[in-house]
């Protein structure tokens, strides 16, 4: 059955250092998320994406974070200079017509 | 704007016994209901979705959930509990209308069945 996969599982960094999280969709699927979950609180939407641009984004989604669909099967999410606030457990998801989003494993980040 | 509350964050049940996972949501526009449930180290897994159809919706692993427009609710049940029932369940609303619509999650429950 096809996934969504998401690497590396846990990402280490140091404040102020730029992390890129790599998520691989399902191939035949037009829309993609990032979402995040501080420890011990709930799933928050970050960003979305369609036709190679942003759908929507978050209050949190501020200039610090991008996303990218560099080949047509990466979705990448990067956050150019970590804060401490910044660690979180981070899912992509992707989503075919006409209502279910897919949701990866998730990458966990640390930021020291 | 939308919101979901999960009543209970820890639920704890004996194995065979009734699951019951409370979902009440704040929506406005029609929504649509999803619960998701994750297991320990795992991505979220759908377990069952409302997209204004059936108000009574079947999922996987024998779970259940109906729609009460007039409650504003989507409470999980599962008649029968089983061990590897135990796990963290998330409760979400989206826009009802289709794709490429953000999903707005509760706190989660988490569900301990015991021996």
């Known amino acids: 059955e096809p996934e969504v996969t998401q690497t590396p599982s846990h990402q280490v960094t140091q404040m102020g250092q730029e992390v890129i999280l790599r998520c691989v969709p399902i191939?035949?699927?037009?829309?993609f998320y990032w979402y995040r979950q501080i420890l011990g609180q709930k799933v928050e939407f970050l960003v979305s994406?369609?036709?190679?641009?942003?759908?929507?984004k978050s209050e949190i989604f501020d200039d610090q974070f991008s996303v990218e669909r560099p080949d047509g099967s990466n979705f990448t999410l990067k956050i150019r200079s970590t804060k401490l606030e910044d660690s979180a457990m981070y899912f992509c998801?992707?989503?075919?017509?006409?209502?279910?989003?897919?949701f990866g494993p998730g990458t966990r980040l640390t930021v020291l | 704007a939308q919101s979901v509350t999960q009543l209970g964050s820890h639920v704890s049940v004996s194995e065979g016994a009734l699951v019951l996972l409370r979902c009440n949501y704040s929506?406005?526009?029609?929504?649509?209901l999803f619960w998701y449930v994750q297991y320990p180290n795992q991505g979220l897994q759908l377990l069952l979705k409302?997209?204004?159809?059936?108000?009574l919706v079947k999922g996987i692993n024998g779970f259940e959930a109906e729609f009460k427009k007039s409650e504003t609710s989507f409470h999980l049940t599962k008649p029968s509990a089983h061990m590897s029932d135990a796990a963290e369940y998330f409760c979400?609303?989206?826009?009802?209308?289709?794709?490429?619509?953000?999903?707005?999650f509760g706190k989660g429950t988490l569900l301990t069945v015991n021996p």
């Open positions: 998801a992707s989503e075919s017509p006409p209502d279910t989003q897919y």
């Open positions: 929506s406005s526009v029609p929504p649509y």
């Open positions: 191939s035949n699927h037009l829309y």
């Open positions: 979400a609303v989206s826009a009802a209308g289709g794709s490429n619509y953000k999903l707005t």
């Open positions: 409302y997209t204004s159809a059936a108000t």
């Open positions: 994406f369609y036709n190679n641009e942003i759908s929507e």
